[in-house]
């Protein structure tokens, strides 16, 4: 397992989603906490006017009242133009059977079981929401961790039926949105434009051996930064302060190589000092 730096201690985070997690009769209350952080990492920008420098604000507006508040604000449907029925978020949760309060696992999976491509980005983990839900839940997670699968099922989530895989992370039940069949292209549509040529043996041996020399057992994803962040910092900290802006240094242009060259060339190169140094045992070729 990798070391993660130790993180900043933040307030309590609010659930995105509330339910049970079930598999045949096994039941117990959990809630979703977006495994995402983006405010730690992002720096945002505000529009202002260019002569006044003042923000631009976006006003929520009625035609015939001029500016409402949200608590002014309700969902409709547009049936007909112009003309619209209102759905109350009541009414909405009030469709809602049991089963969709539910994540349901379907199926346990090994955990290489299903391919990065059905990942869509979106993380949560998963906890007990409330006493009763804290011993299913470490058992559950225990024992996915011991036999080292994950589960694979559905919940409605932001009013969507979404498919989702769930595994054991350091002791936390992990939660990831996956896309559907449907929702992919496949490789060969996506080539289908563009004619490969067919490749040099010698040259595919190369590769792997390249592959292999800089192949990781142990892999450290603590060791990337946001360095663009930091020089993001740095040129607002620069502009607050009045400094002088000084541009980074212009790289060595990357020479043209043939293929052929390439590969050589990089064996002799030490790989990137981020990976761990582990290689795997040669496999035959």
Excluded at 59 to 79: A, L
Excluded at 109 to 137: K, S
């Amino acid at each position: 397992m990798a070391n993660h730096k130790k993180s900043k201690r933040h307030p309590k985070q609010r659930a995105s989603w509330r339910g049970h997690l079930t598999f045949g009769l096994v039941s117990f209350p959990v809630q979703a906490i977006n495994a995402l952080n983006r405010q730690e990492s992002d720096i945002h920008f505000h529009q202002l006017h260019a002569t006044c420098h003042r923000r631009i604000h976006y006003q929520k507006v009625c035609p015939v009242h001029g500016q409402v508040s949200n608590d002014e604000i309700v969902s409709g449907y547009e049936y007909r133009k112009g003309q619209y029925v209102e759905i109350d978020p009541e009414e909405l949760e009030a469709l809602r059977t049991e089963k969709e309060r539910a994540l349901t696992i379907d199926a346990f999976v090994a955990e290489d079981e299903i391919d990065p491509v059905y990942f869509d980005g979106r993380m949560y983990y998963l906890v007990p929401d409330g006493a009763a839900g804290e011993e299913p839940y470490r058992v559950i997670a225990d024992a996915m961790d011991r036999e080292q699968c994950w589960g694979v099922g559905q919940v409605v989530f932001s009013g969507k039926n979404q498919i989702v895989a769930v595994r054991p992370l350091d002791g936390v039940l992990h939660m990831a949105m996956l896309n559907y069949e449907q929702e992919l292209r496949r490789p060969a549509d996506v080539l289908a434009a563009h004619k490969l040529p067919r490749p040099e043996s010698k040259k595919i041996h190369l590769a792997q051996t390249l592959i292999r020399n800089w192949y990781s057992d142990h892999f450290d994803f603590s060791a990337y930064e946001d360095r663009y962040r930091d020089q993001l910092q740095e040129l607002i900290d620069a502009k607050i302060h009045g400094r002088e802006i000084v541009a980074p240094e212009e790289e060595e242009e990357p020479q043209v190589l043939n293929l052929m060259d390439a590969l050589k060339k990089s064996l002799s190169r030490e790989r990137p000092h981020r990976a761990a140094r582990h290689h795997r045992k040669r496999r035959s070729a």
